[in-house]
């Protein structure tokens, strides 16, 4: 199938990854000059980061106080 994509911030990629692992023919369309630029602003500048820790080793991690979010 071919699949086209508006937008290439987080949703978009993702959805590109997710349909192109699917076997599609994908194609990203985005309007600035690289793709996922607000999510590069995110976490001051370093951006965001996950983890595939359990829940609770991740929160610890977290350098906040981190009780607010169990
Ligand atoms: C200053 C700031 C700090 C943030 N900090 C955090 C944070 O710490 N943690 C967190 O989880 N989230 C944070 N966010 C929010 C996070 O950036 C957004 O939730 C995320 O970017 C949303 O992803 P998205 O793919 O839905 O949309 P967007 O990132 O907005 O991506 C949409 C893309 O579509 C493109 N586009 C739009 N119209 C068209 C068109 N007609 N043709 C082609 N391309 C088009 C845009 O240029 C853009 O690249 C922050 C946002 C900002 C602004």
């Known amino acids: 199938m071919k699949t086209v994509i508006i937008g290439g911030g987080p949703a978009g990629m993702l959805a590109a990854i997710g349909a192109s692992q699917k076997g599609d023919e994908v194609t990203l369309l985005e309007k600035m000059n690289q793709l996922g630029k607000k999510l590069c ?4 500048g370093r951006c965001n980061i ?15 106080k981190w009780e607010i979010f169990i």
């Open 41 to 44: 602003i995110t976490g001051k």
């Open 50 to 64: 996950t983890s595939s820790l359990p829940i609770e080793d991740f929160i610890k991690n977290i350098p906040r």
